[in-house]
């Protein structure tokens, strides 16, 4: 949503998302996406690049921050769309999820 209306591309790397092992593990095992389940507590910081580095430190300094990592970046090219480097090195554009997202279960 944020590239579509900010018509901007956004690119970021599956592989420095900080996803816990058990959720990686869960989601490979029924055959899910994780990109595209439902979660709560997660933020996307979009900072300008001269203000990264004070920004993950400040997020770093509070526990729910810890693992907080730059993942992508804001480009000019493919304005609207969101594209991820899978973990072999591809390049896939994730789209919008069709319909309501896998609920988190509790």
Same mark, same amino acid.
């Given at each position: 949503? %944020? /590239?579509?209306?900010?018509?901007?591309?956004?690119?970021? =790397?599956? *592989?420095? &998302? $900080?996803? *816990? $092992?058990?959720? #990686?593990? +869960?989601?490979?095992?029924?055959? %899910? =996406?994780?990109?595209? &389940?439902? #979660?709560?507590?997660? %933020?996307? !910081?979009? &900072? /300008?690049?001269?203000?990264?580095?004070?920004?993950?430190?400040?997020? *770093?300094?509070?526990?729910?921050?810890?693992? /907080?990592?730059?993942?992508?970046? @804001? @480009?000019? +090219?493919?304005?609207?769309?969101?594209?991820?480097?899978? !973990?072999?090195?591809?390049?896939? @554009?994730? =789209?919008?999820?069709?319909?309501? %997202?896998?609920?988190?279960?509790?």
């Amino acid at each position: 949503e %944020l /590239a579509e209306a900010s018509q901007v591309g956004i690119e970021f =790397d599956e *592989r420095k &998302v $900080p996803l *816990r $092992p058990a959720v #990686n593990a +869960a989601c490979e095992m029924l055959g %899910l =996406d994780p990109f595209y &389940v439902a #979660n709560e507590g997660k %933020l996307v !910081a979009i &900072v /300008a690049a001269e203000q990264t580095e004070a920004v993950l430190t400040a997020m *770093r300094a509070h526990p729910y921050g810890k693992e /907080a990592a730059i993942i992508g970046k @804001v @480009v000019e +090219a493919h304005p609207g769309l969101v594209t991820a480097k899978t !973990a072999i090195g591809g390049m896939r @554009v994730v =789209d919008l999820p069709a319909g309501e %997202l896998l609920p988190r279960i509790c």
